[in-house]
């Protein structure tokens, strides 16, 4: 039984920064990518990053130059380092994976989901 488990989000103001993690219980990350997801209300979820089964890492164009991505592969535990926050990265960020080599465009096991709020 794979179970993703997101903490860490909360208010922050305009510029400022939050670390996400993702605890993956039931899995050998090592095998898995990774990625980090949002959906903001009335929007779309949309893909953040991606950290692949080689370490390799993805980032929407939004977020780059200010999302990081890691892994520490031994605790199972993904990360999403956000520095200089917006008011539009206001969503609720999920934690995905897949057992892929590579980042895919499906992931197969979500979290429920932790709440980012910024504020003025």
């Known amino acids: 039984q794979l179970q993703l488990e997101e903490s860490g989000g909360g208010l922050v103001q305009f510029g400022g920064s939050l670390r996400l993690s993702c605890v993956a219980s039931?899995?050998?990350?090592?095998?898995?990518?990774m990625a980090w997801y949002r959906q903001a209300p009335g929007k779309e979820r949309e893909a953040v990053s991606c950290i692949d089964a080689n370490g390799r890492t993805e980032y929407t164009d939004s977020v780059k130059g200010r999302f990081t991505i890691f892994r520490h592969i031994w605790e199972n535990t993904v990360y999403l380092h956000m520095n200089n926050l917006k008011r539009e990265d206001t969503a609720v960020y999920y934690c995905?994976?897949?057992?892929?080599?590579?980042?895919?465009?499906?992931?197969?096991?979500w979290g429920r989901g932790t709440q980012v709020t910024v504020s003025s």
């Open positions: 995905a994976a897949a057992l892929s080599s590579d980042c895919p465009r499906v992931f197969d096991f």
């Open positions: 039931g899995i050998g990350m090592a095998d898995y990518a």
